[in-house]
């Protein structure tokens, strides 16, 4: 029998472990709640916040923390597999979407999840660190100053998008985090911006009637 091909493998395994929805399993260890029945129903760092903020301020922040950050090494974790596998850089893109898609559509959860952000940076990160890290900076800085979760995700995952068209024409990178030397298309980063568009269509319909809440100590939105 061939050996089944490892990019396959990869796939699968990207899938499966972007659907571990980490939220919902903390929010249902430690508050014996279902996050699908709390918020926003997604599994993110933010509707985590919520389900501990009535339980304690304390450990609301603590978990929504420790969501973000697990839900982040999901996306990092596959791609750095692939990387130290020698995989080439389509199949590094394939696997970082597919891990995207697996924690906003879980299996585990009846094909609900999260909105994917997290696990975008995550898995963007060792493949365009510098327009990753520069979405992280717009995403801290549209938090920090307007107060709402969802447009400050929005606008942190577009920019670094969009900087993928800049960065590259405007500094001379190295080939290994340089899009265009490494696959010279840019559809994996335009696909992973509809898919967070996608799971944020009604947030970005709220956002456009003025109607999306800001975050405060008793609610956020990730």
Known sequence: MDSINPNI?????AYLIGSIPFGALLVKIFAQKNILQIGSKSTGATNVYRAFAAISPQKAKFFSLLTLVLDALKGLL??????LMGL????????????????CYSPFLGFNGG????????SVLLLIP???????????????????SS???????LSGIILTFI???????????????QIGTHVPVVLIGVIIINTHWENIKRLIKKQEQQITDSTKEQ
């Open 88 to 103: 080439s850089f389509e199949t590094q893109y394939a696997i970082a979407i597919l891990a995207i898609l697996g924690h």
């Open 151 to 157: 447009l400050s995700s929005l606008l942190g995952v």
């Open 130 to 148: 510098i327009e990753g890290v520069c979405g992280l900076v717009v995403w801290a800085i549209v938090g920090k100053v307007f107060k709402i």
């Open 78 to 83: 596959v791609v750095l597999c692939a990387k």
């Open 115 to 122: 909105k994917g952000v997290a696990t975008a940076i995550g």
């Open 167 to 181: 960065v590259p024409n405007l500094f001379h990178l190295h080939p290994s985090i340089d899009i265009n030397a």
């Open 9 to 13: 493998l990869f796939y699968i395994c």
